[in-house]
């Protein structure tokens, strides 16, 4: 029980340090905000981002922001995918892609 605690709290101070990293978020009516919204298998999450924002900073928020339950399922193996126009990324591409070309 004692590891399994201190394994939630090394979990929980890394995606603070992942959020950390991360930029501020951009008010709703703000010129060039784009809304991400991520389907995960038990809840959605969603955050603005700039259009400048790279899919590695999304990717980063992602994992920042999953529930414990999922962060060892998931990890960084998922895709961030756009529906119209079809755009899939895949852990290691497209890093320095922005939201505005993807």
Do not use: K
């Amino acid at each position: 029980e004692a590891e399994a605690a201190r394994a939630a709290a090394a979990a929980g101070a890394h995606q603070a340090e992942l959020a950390a990293w991360l930029p501020a978020e951009p008010q709703a009516a703000a010129r060039g905000t784009v809304r991400v919204l991520v389907r995960l298998p038990t809840t959605r999450i969603s955050r603005r981002f700039g259009s400048g924002a790279t899919l590695q900073q999304v990717r980063t928020w992602v994992e920042s922001a999953l529930p414990e339950t999922l962060h060892g399922a998931l990890g960084d193996r998922f895709e961030l995918v756009s529906t119209h126009p079809r755009y899939v990324s895949r852990a290691g591409e497209g890093g320095e892609t922005t939201l505005e070309m993807a």
